[in-house]
């Protein structure tokens, strides 16, 4: 199963595993409160691209096929396959920091691991 959360949202029993998938660290959230079972930076978007869909967030189809393409990666494709399998196992939480709560890049994530993300 594949959730979706807010890292600042307490962690609750259920998360599972807890995936931050930003590639930056959450302003203001000590790791402790954080919670996180991994931090795979080879998921997140790229700093380009998460500036681009920052000043474009209208643009959330064009975002998802740029996130798909460097999703494609070696370092992201091997990341994406370890993460594919967990979810197989068990529980795992994507966190997210952006303020956007429905078109972020773990939604983004999240659709591509269940197989929708196709832009």
């Known amino acids: 199963m594949i959730k979706v959360k807010r890292v600042y949202d307490p962690p609750a029993p259920d998360d599972g595993a807890r995936i931050l998938v930003d590639r930056l660290w959450p302003r203001g959230l000590t790791k402790e409160a954080a919670r996180l079972d991994d931090w795979p930076k080879a998921l997140a978007p790229s700093d380009d691209l998460r500036r681009w869909y920052h000043a474009h967030p209208e643009g959330w189809e064009d975002f998802l096929a740029r996130y798909r393409e460097e999703l494609a990666a070696p370092e992201a494709g091997a990341a994406l396959k370890t993460l594919k399998a967990r979810a197989r196992h068990e529980t795992v939480t994507l966190l997210y920091s952006s303020k956007n709560?429905?078109?972020n890049n773990a939604d983004a994530?999240?659709?591509i691991l269940k197989g929708r993300g196709e832009a």
């Open 101 to 103: 709560l429905t078109n």
């Open 109 to 111: 994530l999240a659709l």
